[in-house]
């Protein structure tokens, strides 16, 4: 009798233990189906291109090209208007005062024979050619220039050190502001600001100056419409 029992027990209790043991096999399965659904609703979605266009920062200065475009600046330059401060933390990025220094009151013996900002040979952008009459080969060039829109009168001002630019004695020399650095006697230009969008013309007011000399001033105009500039 008693072994009858005890066996009757036994089978009981290892049906328990086996539903017991289902019942949990079952819920953790639902569990783990119930994370892995989740887990895959937050990963990020997998796109099948970027638009690197619009995240280019061709200056590195932390303002992609695109929004440069937007506020004016020039994507080129880090810091547009000369001035030393980068274009990200300048609250006048395209205003400059005159940064040159110079005490001497001797004359710049230099003639400016072209100057234009319009109907250039390719797209419109600041030209100069200059002679030196003098007898003394010039180097330690800089430049200062406004433009003014001759209409609101809004104003931007600029500042940059002609870098390997010398104009020796009795020389003549076309220097070119159109952002093609890598060739000599090119320089940087703001494209962005009032050059390439007011339609209203614009007047440049200049100084050059070369090291030792008084700087010297001259003026060009341009003609309303908005300048034909590269992409």
């Known amino acids: 009798m008693n072994k009858k029992i005890n066996t009757g027990k036994t089978w009981k209790t290892t049906f ?6 289902s019942l949990s096999a079952f819920a953790l399965a639902g569990c783990s189906s119930g994370n892995s659904s989740s887990t ?15 995240s280019t920062d061709t200056d590195g200065d932390g303002m992609p090209d695109s929004v440069e475009k937007t506020y004016g600046t020039n994507p080129y330059t880090s810091d547009s208007d000369g001035d030393g ?8 990025p ?7 220094k110079e005490t001497s009151t ?9 100057a234009k900002v319009e109907d250039n040979a390719t797209a419109d952008h600041l030209e100069i050619t200059m002679t030196n009459n003098g007898n003394t080969d010039l180097n330690n060039f800089d430049i200062y220039y406004t433009m003014t829109d001759k209409v609101d009168k809004t104003l931007e001002s600029y500042y940059q050190v002609l870098n390997g ?11 070119h ?14 494209m962005n600001g009032l050059y390439g969008n007011s339609k209203n013309g614009l007047t440049f007011d200049i100084q050059l100056h070369a090291k030792d000399f008084q700087p ?16």
């Open 94 to 100: 395209l205003k400059t005062e005159n940064l040159m």
């Open 106 to 114: 001797a004359p710049l013996e230099v003639t400016v024979t072209d």
């Open 40 to 54: 895959a609703a937050t990963l990020p979605a997998v796109t099948s291109g970027t638009n690197t266009k619009s």
């Open 85 to 92: 401060v980068n274009d990200k933390q300048d609250k006048e």
């Open 177 to 190: 502001f159109d952002n093609k650095v890598s060739e000599a006697g090119h320089y940087y230009m703001n």
């Open 16 to 21: 328990t233990v086996a539903f017991i043991l």
């Open 216 to 231: 010297m001033t001259f003026q060009i105009e341009k003609a309303k419409g908005t300048a034909e500039v590269a992409d």
């Open 165 to 175: 630019l010398t104009l020796n004695a009795g020389e003549t020399k076309t220097i």
